[in-house]
């Protein structure tokens, strides 16, 4: 398996481009091993990942995050650990480190040489990473669905209807601290592929009061208001630097500019 990854490298051009699909079947893996373990009967794939597998999305993304979906007991180090038993079953040399002592657990797998052995550093012992983050207390409100996809390996797993992945984007926007370039390009790109999209406006308050959220929170008729304000005032440099490296086509930031998108949102 880890040739298989080497050679999907070695058929791309440029740095980002073999580090990007390299990481990516790691994902796929990762993914089909949680499957295998019964993992998605009660955990749902999120986030941008979640979008580029099931929706084609024209990003690549570096995290995996999950959101418990039942209330059940939940052993995120055991999950790690069989993680780390296949990956090295299929010849990777990797150290997993975790941390579920907050709501949202999180673990870093540590890939060690794959960077050299993809002849992308000139570095044996370099590593580079996965994240994985799971949700145990998520907002209530997400509307479930059942997916399966082949992107690697078949897979089958839970994840939220397209309103509620876009309520969670939506969030992400009006609360994160800082600016982080790949949600601005998600703005555009769900609003270019749905024209008529809504999010699902239930979840998104709950995910606004949750942390924090002060004062009157969107509804289905200010929105895009909202996400029109954040947009406008964003330094687009920072937007287009974040992104870049992650773009399947780095023209891409031409089509969803600042403007653009400002445009997509008075629609």
């Not at 669905?145 to 969030?171: Q, R, V």
């Amino acid at each position: 398996m880890k040739d298989y990854a080497l050679e999907l490298a070695a058929s791309q051009k440029g740095y980002n481009a073999k580090l990007n699909i390299m990481r990516e079947y790691l994902q796929a893996y990762v993914l089909r091993i949680l499957q295998d373990s019964g993992v998605f009967r009660t955990t749902a794939f999120l986030g941008g990942t979640a979008l580029r597998f099931l929706y084609a999305l024209p990003r690549f993304s570096e995290d995996l995050d999950f959101s418990v979906t039942e209330n059940l007991p939940f052993s995120f180090g055991k999950m790690m650990k069989k993680i780390e038993q296949e990956l090295r079953l299929a010849g990777y040399n990797i150290s997993v480190v975790y941390n579920d002592k907050k709501t949202v657990h999180d673990s870093m797998i540590k890939f060690e040489g794959l960077l050299y052995e993809a002849g992308l550093s000139p570095l044996p012992k370099q590593k580079f990473s996965i994240k994985v983050e799971i949700d145990t207390n998520p907002p209530r409100g997400a509307v479930l669905k059942t997916h399966i996809i082949n992107k690697y390996f078949p897979i089958s797993f839970l994840s939220y209807d397209i309103p509620s992945l876009f309520a969670g984007k939506l969030h992400a926007l009006l609360s994160r601290q800082y600016t982080k370039g790949r949600d601005f390009f998600d703005i555009g790109w769900y609003l270019s592929r749905w024209r008529d999209v809504n999010p699902n406006i239930g979840m998104l308050g709950n995910c606004l009061r949750q942390t924090g959220w002060k004062g009157l929170c969107p509804s289905l008729t200010d929105w895009r208001t909202y996400i029109y304000k954040v947009v406008e005032k964003t330094d687009w440099n920072n937007v287009v630097k974040d992104v870049g490296n992650f773009l399947e086509n780095p023209r891409d930031m031409e089509v969803f500019s600042k403007e653009n998108i400002l445009n997509l949102l008075k629609d």
